[in-house]
């Protein structure tokens, strides 16, 4: 069905994004990033990606800036 699929890179910015405004409250951060479109993966793997993917901003934030 086409409602357990995504596409991977709108699914990833739109976490990366929503994880980046939790986390930055000021907005001083900007996230970049070069992701594929078209890419379509089913939700059963995609959603676990998309959990590493937040832990990686979630830890790029939270370490990246220690004492600044």
Known sequence: ???DRVD???YLRGLATETLRSLDA???I???GDL?????LP???AAP???VVSELVT???KYAFTGR
């Open 26 to 28: 000021g907005g001083r």
């Open 36 to 40: 594929a479109d078209g890419v379509i």
């Open 43 to 45: 939700l059963a793997e």
């Open 1 to 3: 069905s086409q409602h």
């Open 8 to 10: 991977f890179g709108d």
């Open 49 to 51: 990606l998309a959990l």
């Open 30 to 32: 900007q996230l970049e």
């Open 59 to 61: 830890n790029a934030v």
